[in-house]
């Protein structure tokens, strides 16, 4: 059975930060590029940053610079660490997992919730 565990979310205040953790079960995490997207309410999900399996990384214009993406192939984890955080960026944070060869296979967590508030 394949899990993807979202960790880290929480309230924050602007301008702090956070480190999402995602770690995955059931996959060879090797094999998978990774991912975080977010969904605001009322909005569509949206891509935030992906990591190859070989550690290439990409990121939305609206984080780049303030959202580095990392992975652990060893703990079978990808952080995704959120600095200089805005309101608009508060939103419920999910992890994605994409085989590399084959991107038809594909899974989710369950999402975790993080947001900017003062």
């Known amino acids: 059975q394949v899990q993807l565990v979202e960790s880290g979310g929480g309230l924050v205040q602007p301008g702090g930060s956070l480190r999402l953790s995602c770690q995955a079960s059931?996959?060879?995490?090797?094999?998978?590029?990774m991912g975080w997207y977010r969904q605001a309410p009322g909005k569509q999900r949206e891509l935030v940053a992906t990591?190859?399996?070989?550690?290439?990384?990409n990121y939305a214009d609206s984080v780049k610079g303030r959202f580095p993406i990392s992975r652990d192939n060893a703990k079978r984890t990808v952080y995704l660490q959120m600095n200089s955080l805005k309101p608009e960026d508060t939103a419920v944070y999910y992890c994605?997992?994409?085989?590399?060869?084959?991107?038809?296979?594909?899974?989710w967590g369950r999402g975790t919730q993080v947001t900017v508030s003062s």
């Open positions: 990591i190859s399996n070989v550690g290439s990384t």
């Open positions: 994605n997992a994409v085989k590399t060869w084959d991107p038809s296979v594909t899974y």
């Open positions: 059931g996959i060879i995490f090797s094999f998978y590029d």
